[in-house]
């Protein structure tokens, strides 16, 4: 089946110049890409983007990580699209634990462990379908996305907008 799935290059990958290995590795799915963009982390998107893990001892320091405080201030985000999509990403991807993680996968490659004791794995992806609609809605708007994955609705928001001063 079908389906879609959130990946954030985190803060680490990107200081490490590691987008392009990244990406690379993803292409092996042969999924589709169907958004990204680069964005800043804000505390209030860490919190609800890891708030399954708020009462872990490591919190504090899982928000500071993705929102870049040791790294860029910035993750790369993207939606990929085609069968079985989740599953594939996360198998690229490797286990959450660098070091536990197969060696050729990209957070056995490219993921270490910090002194303050965080996981610097380099990339997220969605675990699950509820997770993925819950991480993409999160992340982008339907109009960031090329494919119309989940229903929307119009509404006007009466509110200013920034254009370019042509
Ligand atoms: P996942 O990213 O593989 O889905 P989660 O359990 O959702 O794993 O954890 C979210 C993130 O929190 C991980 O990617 C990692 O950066 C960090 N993390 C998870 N477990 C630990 C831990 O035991 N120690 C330190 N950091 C952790
Ligand atoms: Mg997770």
Known sequence: MAN?????????????????????RLSETK???????????SRKLATEHYRHMKDKPFFKELIKYIMGHYHKEKVMALVYWG????KKVRK???STNPEEADTVSIRGQYGRITTKGVYENVIHASANAKDAKREICLWFGPDELIADIYPTKVQNINKKTRIWAR
């Open 83 to 86: 069968e079985d999509a989740i």
């Open 31 to 41: 999924l589709e890409i169907i958004g990204a963009k680069i964005a800043r982390v």
């Open 92 to 94: 690229v991807c490797g």
């Open 4 to 24: 879609q799935t959130l990946v954030l290059i985190k803060p680490d990958g990107l200081k490490k110049s590691l987008t392009g290995n990244v990406l690379t």
